[in-house]
């Protein structure tokens, strides 16, 4: 049974993991939510309901300059062999809601620009064109 807060978003995107115990790891994300993140990641044994602080990378900065990423603070809620699941400390992070935003815009632009399939009409036959 699912108790997600927010639509979980197919994403991947460079991220990295400081855990006191440790120390950083790097991962990249497999889906993302307002209440939380899948990290996709060798796993060492994090116990759950560790804290983490989870660093977003950006993949391509569009100005230069020098940026220090905010740290996100989450627990460890869940536990698979490729990775960890993740829940935010603070529901809907504003760096998280900036990169989904974002995110969907340019998966609304891609299927504008997209062409369309173009369906014939069904024909209809009328008693004039039959020449009845």
Request: charged residues 20%.
């Amino acid at each position: 049974m699912e108790h997600r807060w927010g639509q979980r978003l197919e994403l991947q995107h460079e991220v990295r993991l400081q855990v006191e115990t440790h120390g950083t790891i790097s991962g990249r994300t497999r889906n993302l939510s307002l209440s939380g993140v899948f990290i996709a990641m060798p796993i060492p044994p994090l116990p759950l309901w560790t804290r983490v602080a989870v660093y977003l990378h950006a993949e391509r900065p569009r100005r230069p300059r020098r940026h220090v990423p905010q740290p996100i603070f989450a627990y460890v809620v869940r536990r698979t062999e490729d990775g960890v699941g993740l829940e935010w400390c603070q529901f809907a992070p504003r760096s998280v809601r900036k990169l989904l935003n974002s995110n969907a815009k340019s998966h609304n632009e891609s299927r504008r620009a997209q062409p369309r399939a173009v369906t014939a009409a069904p024909a209809v036959t009328t008693p004039a064109s039959t020449g009845q």
